[in-house]
């Protein structure tokens, strides 16, 4: 039998794949990431807290974050599943983040745990909180939006536990929290498993609407270009 074909693609991801798993570098800048994440929304939410805002503000601010925090996660999603640049000096971080959907369940851990470990994969987000805290430190961010980033910020790692809940669990209170689409859906988020190119956000799903009108719009898919990508890596992980 002749040997398969590999693509360039599928080699750069193999090779982007073995460098994450053997060079410690890479779980050092998620877990530097993940602890400056959480310490900066801590910090950002304690600033917040004692600024002269209403209760009722809060509320509202935090409401408005929560739908932001939903499209803009699921924005960098849809970006993400279209990333292919293994090769780049973040590829192995883009490659990981490829088998996400050959995982139909994670490994089980506390909440507090998810929260804390996905916060390390969300680069993008450090860079938002830090610069949040830089201009709030020269004066120049108002109360309110203030308030709003550092609910932003929070409820972009909340995603995340709505995600792996939404894999993971069938808890009453979480399927009781995902029929009032509070936490993403079950059966709303398995069409992005099913499906090809649709259902990006995973905060609670309310953004799909939009995010699907952008990827109809602009990207061609996953199941036939990046997904692809994994084959060499996952057939070298089942010869093993």
């Not at 602890?35 to 917040?48: D, I, K, S, T």
């Not at 974050?65 to 293994?86: C, E, I, Q, R, T």
């Not at 470990?117 to 020269?138: H, N, P, Q, R």
Request: charged share 10%; hydrophobic share 50%.
């Amino acid at each position: 039998m002749a040997e398969p074909q590999w693509s360039d693609k599928q080699i750069q991801f193999c090779t982007a794949m073995v460098a994450y798993a053997q060079k410690p570098m890479y779980q050092r800048i998620n877990h530097g990431v993940s602890y400056a994440n959480v310490g900066l929304q801590a910090v950002l939410l304690g600033a917040a807290w004692t600024g002269h805002v209403s209760v009722l503000m809060h509320v509202v601010l935090f409401v408005l974050a929560f739908a932001v925090a939903d499209f803009v996660n699921g924005m960098v999603h849809l970006y993400m599943d279209h990333n292919d640049h293994y090769a780049s000096r973040v590829g192995p971080f883009i490659a990981a983040f490829h088998l996400h959907h050959d995982t139909p369940r994670y490994q089980d851990k506390p909440i507090w745990r998810v929260y804390l470990d996905e916060s390390g994969y969300k680069i993008w987000l450090f860079f938002v909180l830090a610069l949040t805290l830089v201009v709030f430190l020269m004066g120049m961010l108002s109360p309110w939006l203030l308030c709003f980033l550092a609910y932003f910020g929070v409820l972009s790692s909340a995603a995340e536990v709505s995600h792996f809940l939404c894999h993971n669990s069938n808890a009453p209170v979480v399927m009781a929290l995902q029929r009032f689409w509070l936490v993403l859906p079950r059966k709303h988020h398995m069409l992005h498993h099913r499906l090809d190119n649709v259902n990006y956000a995973f905060l609670n799903g309310m953004s799909d609407p939009l995010i699907n009108l952008f990827a109809s719009r602009f990207c061609r898919g996953y199941r036939e270009t990046t997904d692809l990508h994994s084959t060499l890596y996952q057939s070298t992980l089942n010869a093993d």
